[in-house]
């Protein structure tokens, strides 16, 4: 019996200097796992020249990535793992590119951050974390607003209480 092949999608989402450094580590994290790379035209002649790269996608969609437009290339299989590289520590500030790799039909995604550490997601955690972050900002907000009311009433009680000097010049006569 053959074994089916084993597929890693990497989506291309920092500078090819970051990528100097995941590329090696993916190998060796998913060994016996043949390696493909989704980037933007620009990028298609850069991540061709890393001999552990077996296949270059082309992402013909300006701008970011957007899940409306998964390549044809992409749809049509189920990746063993998808990978989505971010520039920090944490992965903010990647949500779309997040969120584009959650549509993608795989087995299991992971981010792997600037430090190089993998870190598993789900479509289900992207939506709950972005539910805690709305939260988290509404609560903010409430917050303010209740911290800055009381200092509005304050001033707007003394703006009319305190009497106000008349503006401008006195002119003195003489001379």
């Known amino acids: 019996m053959v074994e089916k092949e084993k597929w890693c ?15 090696p580590a993916l ?4 060994p016996g796992h043949r390696l493909a790379v989704l980037t933007h ?10 001999a552990e790269v077996d296949e270059v996608i082309p992402y013909s969609q300006p701008g970011s990535f957007d899940r409306e437009y998964i390549p044809e290339a992409v749809k049509a299989r189920v990746w063993d793992v998808v990978i989505v590289p971010v520039a920090n520590v944490s992965g903010s500030g990647f949500y779309n590119v997040l969120r584009f790799g959650a549509a993608i ?4 995604r992971f981010l792997i951050n ?9 479509p ?18 409430v917050g303010a607003a209740i911290l800055w009311l009381p200092w509005w009433l304050v001033f707007s009680l003394a ?3 305190i009497p106000q000097k008349s503006g401008g010049c006195e002119s003195s006569e003489g001379g």
């Open 159 to 161: 703006s009319v209480l």
């Open 114 to 122: 600037l430090p190089g550490e993998l870190k598993p997601f789900t």
């Open 9 to 23: 999608l990497v989506i291309r989402s920092v500078p090819f200097q970051q990528m100097d450094k995941i590329i």
């Open 105 to 108: 039909a795989a087995l299991s």
């Open 41 to 50: 035209p620009h990028g298609v002649q850069m991540a061709s020249s890393y």
């Open 124 to 141: 289900g955690g992207l939506i709950w974390g972005g539910s805690v972050n709305g939260m988290r900002a509404l609560l903010a907000a």
């Open 27 to 30: 190998t060796r994290e998913f």
